[in-house]
C-alpha cells in the first residue's frame, strides 16, 4: 500500500483533514500527532477498523484501544452511567494528556475494547488530532502509532520507520510536546484508580478528585499482581541493546556508569550512556548522549523515546542509563524507563 505523507508542521491543512476524515470513514488508517505521542488513528466505532489497527502494529487483539474524542457532548453516546468523576476531571484537564476509563455502550464494538465492557476515552489538546477527530465523524480509536514492542513514536520520521506502507497516511505535526503516553486512570473502581502514570500526577488529580490510588500492578510490577491495563503487562519501548539503569547519589552514579562502560570497552563490547546536558562532561568514554535538562524535566519525557531509537541504530551492545526521578513527570518517565530496561536496575 502507498501511504500518504501529508506535512503540516506548519500548520492545518484543512483540504487533507478533510481527505483524512474520509480515509477514517471508509475504514482505512490514518496516523496523526498528538500533544502526548503519534496516534495510529482508524474508526473506533468500526470494527474492521480496529482490527487493521491491530493488525498494522502487530499488537496482541487482548489489548484495547483509547477512543479519541474531540468534545464533550460525544462521550454520551459511548458510555453508560457517567460518573460525576469524569465532569470533573474534564473540567480540570480536558482537553490534555488524560484518559478515562469508562463503562461502554452499545456502540463501541468489542474489537476496539479488547473485549472488555469499559472503554478508555481520551480527548486530546492538539489541534491537528481534534480537526482530524470531527472530519472523521467523532470518534477515532487511536493506540500509539508504533510497532507493538518499540517505543512509541514522538515525531513522523518514527511512524514512517514502523508503519510505511502498512497505513493510508501519515500526517506530519513535528515533535510530540510530552513525548510520553496519557496519564489512564479508571473510574469504574470504587476508588478512582490510576493505570499509568502520565503528565497529568498522581497528585494534580487528587487535587481534583480527593482520593485516588496508583495501581498496585504498578507499584509491584515485578511481582505476581497484574497491571489492570491490559498494555502494562507486556514488554515494551525495549532497544535492542540491553539497557540498565543505574540509580543512586548524581556522583556515585557518574562513577559507577564510568566503570561500568570502562569494563564493557575492555570486553571489546560498545557502550553507550544516558545522562543529562549537566552531567555529559562527567562522562569519559563510550557513545554518551543526553536526554535533557534535569532544570526542565518535559525535555527528558520529550526526548527518551527517540533516544532509544537513535541507539537502534547504532551497534551498542549495552546502554547505561541515569535515573530520572524528577518532581512531576519522575513517575511516568520512570515507569517507561524501567520496562524499556526490563527491571534491570544497579543501586549504588
Ligand atoms: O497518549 C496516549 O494515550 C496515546 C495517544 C495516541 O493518545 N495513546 C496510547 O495508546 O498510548 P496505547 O494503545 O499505546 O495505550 C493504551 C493503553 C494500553 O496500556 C491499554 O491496555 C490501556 O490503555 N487501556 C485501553 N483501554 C482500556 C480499558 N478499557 N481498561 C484498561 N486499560 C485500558
Ligand atoms: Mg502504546
Do not use: C
Not at 40 to 47: R, Y
Not at 340 to 346: D, K, L, P, S, T
Amino acid at each position: 500500500m502507498d501511504t500518504i505523507y501529508e506535512d503540516m508542521r506548519d500548520g492545518l491543512d484543512l483540504d487533507a483533514i478533510r481527505r483524512g476524515g474520509e480515509i477514517l470513514k471508509k475504514g482505512g488508517l490514518v496516523a496523526f500527532p498528538t500533544e502526548t505521542v503519534y496516534g495510529l488513528g482508524g474508526n473506533a466505532l468500526d470494527a474492521e477498523a480496529s482490527a487493521k489497527i491491530y493488525a498494522a502494529k502487530g499488537r496482541p487483539s487482548d489489548n484495547p484501544l483509547i477512543v479519541h474524542i474531540a468534545d464533550w457532548d460525544a462521550i454520551e453516546a459511548i458510555t453508560e452511567g457517567l460518573p460525576p468523576a469524569a465532569k470533573l476531571l474534564a473540567d480540570a484537564f480536558w482537553p490534555g494528556p488524560l484518559t478515562m476509563i469508562l463503562n461502554k455502550s452499545e456502540l463501541v464494538p468489542r474489537a476496539t475494547t479488547g473485549g472488555l465492557a469499559t472503554v478508555a476515552i481520551r480527548m486530546p489538546s492538539h489541534p491537528i488530532a481534534r480537526a482530524l477527530i470531527r472530519a472523521a465523524g467523532g470518534y477515532i480509536a487511536a493506540p500509539s502509532a508504533n510497532t507493538s514492542g518499540r517505543p512509541s513514536t514522538t515525531r513522523a520520521s518514527h511512524v514512517v520507520e514502523d508503519l510505511s506502507g502498512k497505513i493510508d497516511m501519515i500526517i506530519d505535526g513535528g515533535d510530540a510536546d510530552i513525548g510520553l503516553e496519557s496519564t489512564i486512570i479508571d473510574l469504574t473502581e470504587e476508588v478512582p484508580t490510576v493505570l499509568r502514570p502520565g503528565y497529568i500526577s498522581l497528585e494534580m488529580l487528587r487535587g481534583v478528585l480527593g482520593s485516588v490510588e496508583l495501581d498496585r500492578g504498578l507499584i509491584a510490577a515485578d511481582s505476581k499482581i497484574r497491571p489492570k491495563a491490559p498494555g502494562m503487562k507486556y514488554r515494551h519501548y525495549a532497544p535492542k541493546a540491553e539497557l540498565i539503569i543505574v540509580e543512586g547519589p548524581a556522583e556515585r552514579v557518574r562513577e559507577k556508569i564510568n566503570s561500568l562502560v570502562h569494563e564493557q570497552l575492555a570486553r571489546g563490547r560498545k557502550a553507550g550512556v544516558i545522562g543529562t546536558d549537566e552531567s555529559l562532561l562527567y562522562y569519559k568514554e563510550g557513545d554518551v548522549r543526553s536526554v535533557g535538562t534535569r532544570e526542565d524535566e518535559i525535555t527528558i519525557a520529550q526526548h527518551l523515546f527517540g533516544l532509544l531509537r537513535e541507539f537502534d541504530e547504532s551497534d551498542i551492545a549495552v546502554i547505561y542509563s541515569e535515573s530520572f526521578e524528577t518532581p512531576q513527570m519522575g513517575q511516568a518517565i520512570m515507569n517507561r524507563l524501567i520496562k524499556a530496561a526490563g527491571h534491570q536496575i544497579i543501586q549504588v
